[in-house]
């Protein structure tokens, strides 16, 4: 056999092998987990009762607060778990919308975690005139009233990362945070106080917990390939 040929099979072996080799390699998880609770420090409060003072057909005849929130196991609903150090995420999908409903006279849900720059839909499932009072700093405030029969309002100029308190003016005990976000690092705890953050790429973090009535603390945490950290915390009364 001429040499030449020999050479070629030889890298033709070569290649196949390489190729087989790559097929074989284990496929490689890009980043972790980060899990956890954040459960209320002490004997949890009585929820707190809001009195209607308007509207009373459409709202009931009381609210309670969702300022403080605690579930079973003295889990804490409604904190705000964000990666301080993270890296920007992708841009927002501009097709991307986030809804913020107005339904009984109470906002739907308690905190929107709203991608910056993403559209947000403000409804109005009551047909009784509400309005939408922001409270920013870093993005501009606005003061929009939003009749009954307006099903819908689009906002779109909220495009800096910040929690925004959000109230109705007609009715004081609606409230709402919006919690803007510039990466994809946001959690909000659910009913039990857990919360997940997943595909942190590995390193090492620090995690803000925010809640509106709790206040705020940090605690740092490890992330590695393909593992899950937990991270629980206790907040209290401040
Ligand atoms: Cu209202």
């Known amino acids: 056999m001429p040499r030449g040929n020999t050479q070629l099979g030889t890298g033709l072996v070569t290649l196949t092998l390489a190729s087989v080799l790559v097929l074989l390699a284990p496929v490689v998880v890009v980043g972790g987990t980060v899990r956890g609770t954040v459960t209320f420090d002490g004997t949890p409060p009585p929820p707190k009762v809001l009195q209607v003072t308007k509207d009373a057909d459409k709202c009931g005849p009381e609210q309670t607060s969702e300022a403080l929130v605690i579930g079973a196991e003295k889990g804490v609903q ?40 993403m559209e947000l839909v403000v409804r109005n499932s009551d047909g009784i005139a509400h309005n939408l009072h922001t409270f920013s700093k870093t993005n501009p405030a606005m003061n929009k009233a939003q009749p ?52 942190l790429p590995a390193g090492t973090y620090t995690l803000k917990f925010w809640h509106e009535t709790l206040g705020e603390k940090q605690q740092e945490v490890t992330v590695q390939d393909g593992a899950t950290a937990t991270v629980d915390v206790v907040m209290g009364l401040p």
């Not at 904190?79 to 009984?104: I, M, T």
């Not at 495009?159 to 609606?174: A, F, L, Y």
Request: overall charge positive; charged content about 20%; some cysteine.
């Open 148 to 199: 009954g029969f307006m099903k819908t309002m689009s906002i779109r100029t909220i495009t800096k990362p910040e929690i925004i308190r959000v109230q109705c003016d007609m009715h004081n005990w609606m409230r709402a945070w919006i919690v803007v976000v510039d990466n994809p690092y946001t959690a909000i705890t659910d009913a039990a106080g857990r919360f997940t953050l997943p595909d």
């Open 78 to 117: 409604y904190a705000v778990v964000s990666v301080v150090n993270a890296q920007p995420g992708q841009p927002a999908a501009p097709s991307g919308k986030v809804e913020l409903d107005q339904q009984k006279c109470r906002f739907t849900p308690r905190i929107v975690l709203l991608p910056a720059g």
